[in-house]
């Protein structure tokens, strides 16, 4: 009876551990299923939407990668010291490094910083306002710079960040709006001006043509003119202005040696610096000192560019030129345009005014001309203008001989 019952339990134990191998067999073939039902239903999905956004395969890197169109250019971003060395499984081609720059330090740390540390200067660093006092300090510890950092650590409750980002995104908001009103209304302008010179029984051919070009330029920038897009040219606007304000000091140090270095070709400061006074009504030497620099240092920001003297120079010496800028002269109003077409009362006709008429400035026609002297003085020294017109204009070269 004993050898029956062992020999039982014994099979009983073979019978358990048959009965484990084959329930973890089966349960292994359905997690198989279920992993090739998963699979197939990924492969016939495309796209996918979440949250009002479209995502694709291309997307699969997006939150560690340094952003759209850099996807696989490099492998889901790291950067160790390995990644510069050709050695190395993968390293920095030039393309790389480009968009590395572009899409991660200019986009993600440059650009950011640049338009709001423009804005905590202009609408946070006044009298009574949170970032004066950080302001104030950094100037006279004469490290102006080091607000980059400031404004960097600073934690997201702070007065000062709270200021900026506030005022910032105010800022974007009324650019954008008022880039879009702006550039909406010229084109209804343009289109009614090239309707009337088309009707006409003598046409100006040249003209039309001429209209017409700055018509589809026109049309082409309003369907670009994002929050992204005004973000860019303020983060340009912003430094230009910090290059006239920071660089002023070092440029009026300078300025004496450079001018007797070139035999003292140029107007000599003390001479500026009374006709700004004398210009202005002005007492301050210190001011009229630093508009000097200010319109010397813009003039080379907004000099022609030049591919044989990136860098130019910022003094004005006679017959050397300046040269080393962009070629957009940014030294008229922001948003003069607006008087052009006087868009504050573009809602109330009884009240609308634009200087093209035809209850205008004397002189106007009742028609939009870009050649009249109103479009020259008003649209076409407006920076935003500039900026967006420049985008949709054929840059010519030449062979060097």
């Known amino acids: 009876m004993y050898i029956i019952w062992a020999l039982l339990s014994q099979l009983c134990d073979f019978g358990y551990v048959l009965y484990l191998i084959i329930f973890s067999l089966f349960n292994l073939l359905l997690l198989t299923m279920f992993y090739f039902i998963l699979y197939s239903i990924i492969l016939f999905i495309k796209k996918v939407e979440h949250d009002g956004n479209e995502f694709t395969w291309e997307d699969i890197c997006a939150s560690n990668n340094i952003g759209l169109g850099t996807v696989y250019e490099f492998p889901c971003v790291r950067l160790t010291p390995m990644d510069l060395f050709q050695e190395a499984r993968w390293f920095m081609s030039e393309t790389d490094r480009v968009s590395w720059y572009n899409n991660g330090i200019k986009k993600l740390v440059v650009s950011p910083r640049i338009g709001r540390f423009g804005i905590m200067s202009q609408s946070c660093g006044n009298e009574n306002q949170p970032c004066r006092a950080l302001i104030g300090t950094r100037i006279a510890q004469d490290d102006a710079l080091r607000l980059f950092s400031d404004l960097s650590g600073m934690e997201m409750n702070d007065p000062c960040r709270i200021c900026v980002e506030t005022a910032f995104d105010a800022t974007m908001e009324q650019f954008t709006t008022g880039t879009q009103a702006l550039f909406g209304v010229m084109t209804q302008q343009l289109q009614r001006t090239l309707g009337t010179l088309s009707a006409e029984a003598n046409q100006d051919a040249a003209k039309i043509a001429s209209i017409t070009d700055l018509v589809t330029k026109v049309v082409n920038i309003l369907g670009k003119i994002n929050r992204a897009a005004m973000e860019e040219f303020f983060m340009y606007y912003a430094t230009r202005g910090l290059y006239q304000q920071l660089g002023a000091e070092s440029y009026l140090e300078n300025y004496p040696a450079v001018n007797q270095g070139f035999g003292n070709q140029m107007t000599p400061l003390g001479d500026r610096i009374a006709a700004i006074l004398a210009a202005t009504g002005g007492t301050d030497l210190t001011i009229a000192a630093a508009m000097v620099a200010g319109i010397d240092l813009g003039a080379h920001v907004d000099s022609p560019f030049s591919s044989m003297n990136t ?4 003094f004005p010496i006679p017959g050397a030129g300046i040269q080393g800028g962009s070629g957009l002269d940014f030294s ?20 609308w005014n634009p200087k093209f008429g035809p209850t205008g400035t004397d002189g106007s026609t009742g028609l939009v001309d870009p050649d009249d002297q109103f479009w020259v003085e008003n649209v076409d020294t407006d920076p935003v203008y500039k900026w967006f017109m420049a985008g949709e204009t054929k840059m010519t070269a030449r062979k060097f001989e």
């Open 311 to 314: 860098a130019g120079n910022p």
């Open 332 to 351: 008229g109003e922001l948003f003069d345009s607006f008087q052009y077409f006087d868009l504050e009362h573009i809602q109330d006709p009884p009240n």
